[in-house]
């Protein structure tokens, strides 16, 4: 377990996609990037496999104070712009695990930040989905 140190950035995305940075082997100056590529057509359960492999041990190791969400909703399976196929329950999971480690390591400490989902139709259905987590 390191010490909290700064900032620590994870970001699953789909790749190759715009704008062409995020690879996996970019990790920052300090270490402290997490870039998880995944290809279009991933479904929820691999997203899940992925998320529970990779961001929640990042997490844990890295510990922060407070945890700040950039909130995309385009990975949807409906949502025109990307190709990740997940769906109202996955944001929910999602929620789920982070609203469990907020608890656990941050005394409830997350603010998220909408970014991203260019649906309208699908785009409240999966905000809520993700937000009741919270509750």
Not at 34 to 55: C, Q
């Amino acid at each position: 377990m390191q010490a909290n140190k700064g900032i620590l950035y994870i970001s699953t995305h789909q790749s190759p996609f715009y704008p062409g940075t995020g690879r996996a082997e970019e990790r920052g100056l300090s270490g402290n990037i997490v870039n998880i590529e995944l290809p279009a057509g991933t479904e929820g359960t691999r997203y899940r496999a992925v998320f529970s492999r990779d961001v929640m041990p990042a997490l844990e190791d890295f510990r922060p104070e407070l945890l700040c969400v950039s909130a995309g909703f385009d990975a949807h399976k409906d949502d025109p712009i990307a190709y990740i196929k997940l769906v109202e329950d996955d944001y929910a999971w999602i929620g789920q695990q982070l609203h469990g480690f907020t608890q656990k390591f941050c005394n409830s400490q997350v603010i998220s930040i909408l970014e991203g989902g260019y649906n309208h139709d699908i785009l409240a259905a999966s905000v809520v989905s993700y937000l009741s987590s919270f509750i």
